[in-house]
């Protein structure tokens, strides 16, 4: 409409134009024509038709403008994350949801192993009482049964039990069936930290995309903010340019009808840059939910590795503790405590764990054992070629029980630092000292750490080693995780080579 208009308006121009380039043409003088007092030329009166001509085209003449256009803002609740956006948004809250529920599995059970613990500690505690409540009759009744000798020899070995010895021990089935459960699930629960590593990386390196497109997309909506802007402020300026050619409409209606359809442009770029910018803003939005979310994650993860490790702490001390008063008393021992030892050994994770060959049947050495009516006193005498009497047929399994016996009756663990030759394992030791790593955390950037070094340096650099990007947090903020299947192993390596315990 507006290009036919301005395609009309120039052809009535020219028509107006045409006769004036006419008379300007005409070289020679028309005749003179006489009316009354003055004298008209034949030009005169061309001259005069034109300017009725042009007076009538100007009070016939119909000026028009192109209509503006009117933009709605577009409401908040209308815009929704689209394409990719929508994809990644999608894709990463289902993956977090999926951590959660996990992390919400695993403190169900991790609460369940707790109860369980509880259980057993309250019900050897009461069977510990009533023991400790009968001990002096029992006492009185095997030392009558004894010779005095016997008597003499128990209350020197008693009384060189150390602390353990005093408590009574809770009876070695009971401890055996107990040990085994809790053994079960704490081995549950190493091996969920043994995968935490695994989670942590891939979370570690959806937090820094996710940081990444939080970034970008903020860059973009300070990009496309300013550009509104621009738009904005050149649309200001196409309206006022607008409202000063309106009082001179006759003369510049075309450049009018120009600057009218600029404006239409630009506010149309303006409200399509506006969308663009609220839809920015949403993907903004919706990406820092996404990261505080996997922050949150990671957080809970942390705090899941720290309760297991506690709590499996506390069971193995647990075990640990009532495995060394049953120590404490070997003498004591009746041919089933003594095979019930040999069972723990075999299969709890000590540091005085033997590995028994396939040949072995621990059932059937309890019951040659108990035929040969040995207890506790006679351990001493218990050479390889005893074991191999009592069921014990290959030689390996032989000497690993002597040695464990041998190290029990010297009051075990007292036990020897020399030197050797071993060497630190490169994996065992901080990047940063290259000594061997006491706390074993994971960076951010996905690398261990001893946790003092690593905390001095990023205070000191407000940086990770080998990058230049700086930290976006404080240094008291940044997260570590508990690399705890590497802690395990180095802490099985210092049990094995006790000589590095105290190595700075």
Same mark, same amino acid.
């Given at each position: 409409?507006?290009?036919?208009?301005?395609?009309?308006?120039?052809?009535?121009?020219?028509?107006?134009?045409?006769?004036?380039?006419?008379?300007?043409?005409?070289k020679?003088?028309?005749?003179?024509?006489?009316?009354?007092n003055?004298?008209?030329?034949?030009?005169?009166?061309?001259?005069?038709?034109?300017?009725?001509?042009?007076l009538?085209?100007?009070?016939?003449?119909s000026?028009?403008?192109?209509?503006?256009?009117?933009? #709605?803002?577009?409401a908040?609740?209308?815009?929704?994350?689209?394409g990719?956006?929508?994809?990644d948004?999608?894709?990463?809250?289902s993956?977090?949801?999926?951590?959660?529920?996990?992390?919400?599995?695993?403190?169900?059970?991790?609460?369940?192993?707790?109860?369980k613990?509880?259980?057993?500690?309250?019900?050897?505690?009461?069977?510990?009482?009533?023991?400790?409540d009968?001990?002096?009759?029992l006492?009185?009744?095997?030392?009558?049964?004894?010779?005095?000798?016997?008597?003499?020899?128990?209350?020197?070995?008693?009384?060189?039990?150390?602390d353990?010895?005093?408590e009574?021990? %809770?009876?070695?089935?009971?401890?055996?069936?107990?040990?085994r459960?809790?053994?079960?699930?704490?081995?549950?629960?190493?091996?969920?930290?043994?995968?935490?590593?695994?989670?942590?990386?891939?979370?570690?390196?959806?937090?820094?995309?996710?940081?990444?497109?939080?970034?970008?997309?903020?860059q973009?909506?300070?990009?496309?903010?300013?550009?509104?802007?621009?738009a904005?402020?050149?649309?200001?300026?196409l309206?006022?340019?607008?409202?000063?050619?309106?009082?001179?409409i006759?003369?510049?209606?075309?450049?009018l009808?120009? %600057?009218?359809q600029?404006?239409?442009?630009?506010?149309?770029?303006?409200?399509?840059?506006e $969308?663009?910018?609220?839809?920015? #803003?949403?993907e %903004?939005?919706?990406?820092?939910?996404?990261?505080?979310?996997?922050?949150s994650?990671?957080?809970a993860y942390?705090e899941?590795?720290?309760?297991?490790?506690?709590?499996?702490?506390?069971?193995?001390?647990?075990?640990?503790k009532?495995?060394?008063?049953q120590?404490?008393?070997?003498t004591?021992?009746?041919?089933e405590?003594?095979?019930?030892?040999?069972?723990y050994?075999?299969?709890?994770e000590?540091?005085?764990?033997i590995?028994?060959s396939?040949?072995?049947?621990?059932e059937?050495?309890?019951k040659?054992?108990?035929? !040969?009516?040995?207890?506790?006193?006679?351990?001493?005498?218990?050479?390889?070629?005893?074991?191999?009497?009592?069921?014990?047929?290959?030689?390996?399994?032989?000497?690993?029980?002597d040695?464990?016996i041998?190290?029990?009756?010297?009051?075990?663990?007292?036990?020897?630092?020399?030197?050797?030759?071993?060497e630190?394992?490169?994996?065992?030791?901080?990047?940063?000292?290259?000594?061997?790593?006491?706390?074993?955390?994971?960076?951010?950037?996905? %690398?261990?750490y001893?946790?003092?070094?690593?905390?001095?340096?990023? !205070?000191?650099?407000?940086?990770?080693?080998?990058?230049?990007?700086?930290?976006?947090?404080?240094?008291d903020?940044?997260?570590?995780?508990?690399?705890?299947?590497?802690?395990?192993?180095?802490?099985?390596?210092?049990?094995?080579?006790?000589?590095?315990? $105290?190595?700075?």
């Open positions: 409409m507006a290009h036919t208009n301005s395609k009309r308006q120039r052809t009535r121009s020219e028509a107006l134009l045409k006769p004036r380039k006419q008379q300007n043409s005409q020679k003088p028309s005749p003179r024509l006489q009316s009354g003055v004298a008209l030329t034949t030009a005169d009166i061309s001259n005069l038709k034109n300017q009725v001509y042009d009538q085209s100007r009070l016939n003449r000026y028009t403008e192109d209509p503006l256009t009117e933009t #709605e803002p577009v908040e609740d209308e815009i929704v994350l689209t990719g956006a929508l994809l948004y999608t894709g990463t809250h993956e977090l949801k999926a951590h959660s529920e996990k992390l919400e599995q695993w403190n169900t059970n991790l609460k369940e192993t707790k109860a613990f509880n259980d057993y500690v309250a019900l050897n505690r009461l069977k510990q009482t009533a023991l400790n009968a001990e002096p009759t006492l009185s009744a095997v030392w009558q049964e004894d010779e005095k000798e016997d008597s003499d020899m128990k209350m020197s070995e008693m009384s060189t039990g150390g353990a010895c005093n009574v021990p %809770v009876d070695s089935k009971i401890l055996l069936r107990q040990t459960n809790l053994s079960n699930l704490t081995t549950m629960h190493h091996a969920r930290t043994a995968i935490i590593p695994e989670f942590i990386v891939p979370l570690n390196e959806m937090r820094t995309d996710l940081k990444k497109k939080v970034k970008k997309c903020q973009s909506v300070t990009e496309t903010q300013s550009q509104q802007k621009e904005s402020e050149e649309c200001s300026k309206q006022k340019e607008r409202t000063e050619l309106r009082s001179q006759q003369l510049l209606m075309q450049e009808n120009r %600057v009218i600029a404006e239409n442009r630009m506010k149309a770029r303006a409200a399509r840059l $969308y663009e910018r609220k839809m920015l #803003e949403v %903004v939005s919706s990406f820092q939910q996404l990261l505080d979310g996997n922050n994650v990671l957080q942390k899941c590795a720290k309760e297991i490790k506690a709590t499996c702490g506390t069971v193995n001390d647990y075990v640990t009532q495995w060394q008063i120590e404490s008393v070997w004591q021992w009746n041919g405590d003594i095979v019930n030892y040999l069972h050994l075999n299969f709890a000590c540091d005085r764990k590995k028994l396939n040949q072995v049947d621990l059937e050495v309890r040659q054992v108990i035929s !040969a009516q040995i207890n506790g006193r006679m351990l001493p005498k218990m050479t390889e070629g005893r074991w191999r009497d009592v069921g014990v047929e290959v030689l390996e399994d032989r000497m690993q029980i040695e464990r041998q190290e029990l009756m010297r009051k075990y663990p007292l036990r020897g630092c020399k030197d050797d030759d071993v630190i394992p490169a994996q065992f030791k901080c990047p940063l000292s290259g000594k061997l790593m006491r706390d074993a955390v994971i960076a951010p950037n996905n %690398v261990t001893d946790r003092q070094n690593i905390e001095l340096y990023v !205070a000191e650099y407000n940086r990770f080693p080998h990058t230049e990007e700086e930290l976006e947090c404080d240094a903020d940044v997260l570590y995780f508990d690399n705890i299947g590497l802690q395990t192993e180095i802490e099985m390596f210092v049990a094995q080579h006790p000589q590095f315990r $105290y190595v700075q």
